[in-house]
């Protein structure tokens, strides 16, 4: 170091010195490589979300409908990975309680789902999972769509008798969707929500926490070339993917590191502005052209000059 | 910064912040490398019977290690950027104490040796500056 007392230089005057610089890219390439890693991170949650929403939606396919009873049993909550499950129940419709659920687009045309009450009288398990309770319970199904509040009675005539029902289940909904529905007079009552809180007061015994998306049925229901109800696509899960949050945490930790790397460029300039001087390799290894190292002191520390 | 005299010279009391400042960078490190170096065996011990003799029953009890192990390095690396920094280390220095983090055992014996030349760096300089 020179005799004359060292003047504090300006940030800019030590950082644009091609060492800093050198320094700098360095570090850059160091945080690049870290954002990098986060966004790979990023990628391969989405990737393992994919592969596990597809290998369950092909394992679902491949083993068929289920017995109802076998995989939820009434006023049971109902668990997520149950959604689109394909399930096969016997009942008897009450098209007395049939509604229709208002502002459901099919294919972007704004309509209604017709929403009947099935009785169940037999669910696989011989009456067993309602055997506790107060009688049979009744399984919303949705049978279809229409485009209007006043379909033709081909669309609100449900088969008679006992039928055997096939669909795919969906969670009940909330009631968050608030608002009064208007007076039907032309059709059946309409609600905002498939939710199984609010159809339990206007249907009469226990209640399923699902209901179920119509895929066929035995006698079969009027065809949606004859006037009856258009079939709905199977329902999949809100937000399509689980995607897997701890990737997103180690997503957050390589950013993390990448922002390290700039505040230590910093924290270096800054050191070498208030005089300090940054220790070398040859320092330590004298036989290297640089200074006997006998002196512990050395470069100094930070907050000292290097003398 | 006193500049009385042509070499460079500091107060004892500008000294004796500079000191302090740095033990307590090399105490904080000393915990972090400590506890990285454990979290690390640990994560070894999770990775094992996950990957080379599967036990379920493990690997249910161990799903918290990596993620913890991932943000107490992060700590380290603060620790470990903070003192490197306050004792105007090498970069060849700040290489392998970075990677004393994610190398098991390393931090340990690492750790020695680093709080061995800080004393001596620290006990020198207070001897100069007489504090």
Partial sequence: MSDAPPARRSFWAVARQPRMLVVLLLLLLAAAVCGRLGVWQIDRAYERANLAAQQEAVEQEASGPAELGELLAPQEAFPGELVGREARVTGTYEPDGQ???????????????????????????????????????????????????????????????????????????????????????????????????????????????????????????????????????????????????????????????????????????????????????????????????????GTGIAGLPSS | MSTEQNTPTATTDQAATAIRKARGALTRYRVLAIVTGVMLLVLCVEMVFKYLVPVQAVIDYMGWVPFAHGWIYVVYLVTVLDLWAKMRWSFGRLTTMVLAGVVPVMSFVLEKRVHADADAKLVALADRYGV
């Fill in chain 1, 99 to 297: 509604m229709l659920v208002a502002g459901r687009s099919l294919d972007g045309v704004e309509g209604y789902l017709v929403l009947t009450p099935l009785r169940v009288s037999d669910d696989g398990t011989g009456g067993a999972s309602w055997a506790e309770l107060s009688g049979p319970p009744v399984l919303p199904v949705v049978r279809g769509w229409v485009d209007s509040p006043a379909p033709g009675p081909a669309a609100l005539e449900v088969p008679a008798g006992e039928v055997d029902v096939t669909g795919w289940l969906q969670a009940s909904e909330s009631t968050a969707r608030t608002g009064t529905v208007p007076d039907n007079p032309d059709g059946p009552p309409l609600t905002q929500d498939i939710a199984a809180s609010a159809l339990a007061n206007t249907w009469d015994g226990p209640i399923y926490s699902a209901y179920a998306v119509l895929t066929s049925s035995d006698p079969a229901q009027p065809a949606a070339a004859s006037g009856g109800p258009a079939p709905l696509p199977r329902p999949v899960l809100d937000g399509g993917t689980d995607v897997n949050l701890q990737n997103f945490f180690y997503a957050l930790q390589w950013w993390v590191f990448g922002l390290f790397a700039v505040a230590l460029w910093v924290r270096l300039v800054r050191d070498e502005m208030a005089g300090g001087r940054r220790e070398r390799r040859r320092d330590r290894h004298p036989r290297e052209g640089g200074r006997r190292d006998d002196d512990p002191v």
